[in-house]
């Protein structure tokens, strides 16, 4: 399955974005999609997760609250909802899908997209 991230850009502080994660080539009616992000000179970190039935969602504790991750199958697409948006949320936002489940780990993601750069501004 390829995976294609879009909807990153230069936003303020308390603003809001929302990032899509289109599927091709295959539907994402049997994975996992999870969003990472990754700040120069850090890791690559864990932000949330979808089930493939969309039924679970999983979020880190540092964007709980402000982060919403959904999914619409019927456009294989997962979305990642971020308001209030702060400026150590600034990175590269990537997309991935898991076949064997739900993971909050890099290494449990069979397929990745490229990233889309968020960047918040104080």
């Known amino acids: 399955v390829q995976l294609q991230a879009s909807g990153g850009g230069l936003v303020q502080a308390g603003g809001s974005l929302r990032l899509s994660c289109a599927a091709s080539g295959r539907s994402f009616s049997r994975y996992a999609v999870g969003w990472f992000r990754q700040a120069p000179g850090r890791e690559r970190e864990f932000v949330a997760a979808?089930?493939?039935?969309?039924?679970?969602?999983y979020h880190a504790d540092s964007v709980k609250g402000r982060f919403t991750i959904s999914s619409d199958n019927a456009k294989d697409t997962v979305y990642l909802q971020m308001n209030s948006l702060k400026p150590e949320d600034t990175a590269v936002y990537s997309c991935a899908a898991a076949y064997r489940g739900v993971g909050t780990r890099s290494y449990e993601y069979d397929y990745w997209g490229q990233g889309t750069q968020v960047t918040v501004s104080s």
């Open positions: 979808i089930s493939w039935s969309g039924d679970s969602t």
